[in-house]
């Protein structure tokens, strides 16, 4: 009989912690400072990817949750092996699919390599590429598609965000850097640059924009975000968010 009573116990602790470890409030969401998806303005969070999470939260009938702003490394290792972290906005890869769980697509993105005008750098093929210094963003799926293109290379420099980046090439320690093409201008005007002063010189691949999960995470959970992301996408809120923030996205 004690036995019984020890073995209902451990079943109830175990029920009880499923039930808690599976609510969307447990969830712990990350992201980076990535103009347009999310980026600090007066003061405030915002962002597409940001506005979008909201819109779901929304249709979930979930209170808005807090958002960590952490450096894209920090965050892809968070999100890989702490439980019941969400990260976004992640381009969706072939080797990235198996590491996390999904709920997509928030937009679409076109990876590429951009340079100074002034440099006048012309690309055509891939082993062109390799006679240039090359930036990312580490753990960016645009050096991922390089590194997979490439392998690891003595031409490929990384760092944890952009504002270093810009500063080698006005050094001219590096020639090009990946970012996705649609983000760039944005990009560029928050850190002070004209965008005309660049120009991108090679298209790298296209990818869907999404929500990464812990793999830790319910199923369950997973379904009902998407859900509320597909239902979130078709609406005229949504629409609007695109031009706001893609203005000249076709």
């Not at 999404?210 to 979130?232: G, M, P, R, W, Y």
Request: aromatic share 12%.
């Amino acid at each position: 009989m004690r036995q019984n009573k020890i073995e209902l116990l451990l079943l109830f602790v175990l029920f009880s912690f499923r039930c808690e470890a599976e609510s969307f409030h447990d969830l712990h969401y990350t992201t980076e400072e990535y103009f347009p998806f999310s980026y600090i303005e007066n003061g405030k969070l915002t962002g597409i990817a940001i506005e979008t999470l909201h819109l779901v939260w929304n249709q979930l009938g979930v209170k808005p949750q807090s958002i960590e702003i952490l450096p894209w490394s920090r965050a892809y290792h968070y999100v890989q092996h702490k439980p019941h972290t969400v990260l976004f906005a992640m381009a969706r890869s072939k080797n990235r699919v198996p590491l996390f769980k999904w709920a997509c697509a928030i937009t679409k993105s076109h990876y590429v390599l951009i340079s100074l005008k002034s440099k006048q750098i012309t690309l055509s093929q891939d082993d062109k590429i390799k006679k240039y210094k090359i930036a990312t963003i580490r753990n960016d799926i645009a050096e991922q598609i390089l590194l997979g293109k490439f392998g690891q290379s003595s031409n490929i420099s990384t760092n944890t965000t952009m504002k270093p980046i810009l500063n080698m090439m006005d050094r001219g320690r590096v020639d090009l850097f990946a970012y996705d093409e649609f983000a760039a201008n944005g990009m560029l005007e928050t850190l002070g640059r004209n965008p005309k002063d660049y120009e991108t010189v090679y298209s790298l691949a296209n990818s869907e924009t999404c929500f990464a999960f812990n793999k830790s995470i319910d199923d369950e959970l997973i379904t009902q975000f998407q859900h509320a992301l597909t239902l979130v996408v078709r609406t005229s809120s949504f629409k609007e968010l695109q031009k706001k923030y893609f203005p000249n996205k076709r």
